[in-house]
């Protein structure tokens, strides 16, 4: 089944032409700082819409475990974003 894209290519190109980073583009560096298996449950969930029971099924893991790395990728982004904001 298809997924809805909460984020299409013309959102993206809209962000370039105006000329500054877009909050997507920013958050992307900080998503990229994180371990593989936090990037992957992000995107899953956040990019392509999956719901955690998908995620648990695609994945061959548990959903207490999807859920675990949703909230533990989600702590990590909130304190790179901290960090940033203190310099």
């Known amino acids: 089944a298809a997924r809805e894209v909460l984020v299409d290519a013309a959102d993206l190109e809209r962000a370039d032409a105006a000329g500054t980073p877009s909050f997507l583009q920013h958050m992307d560096e900080h998503v990229a700082r994180l371990p593989d298996d936090l990037q992957r449950v992000l995107l ?11 995620i648990a099924e695609l994945t061959a893991t548990s959903a207490n475990t ?13 304190d790179l974003i901290e960090r940033e904001e203190r310099r």
């Open 66 to 78: 999807i859920k675990k790395r949703l909230m533990r990728a989600m702590d990590r982004l909130r």
């Open 44 to 54: 899953l969930r956040f990019t392509l819409g999956y719901t955690v029971p998908e």
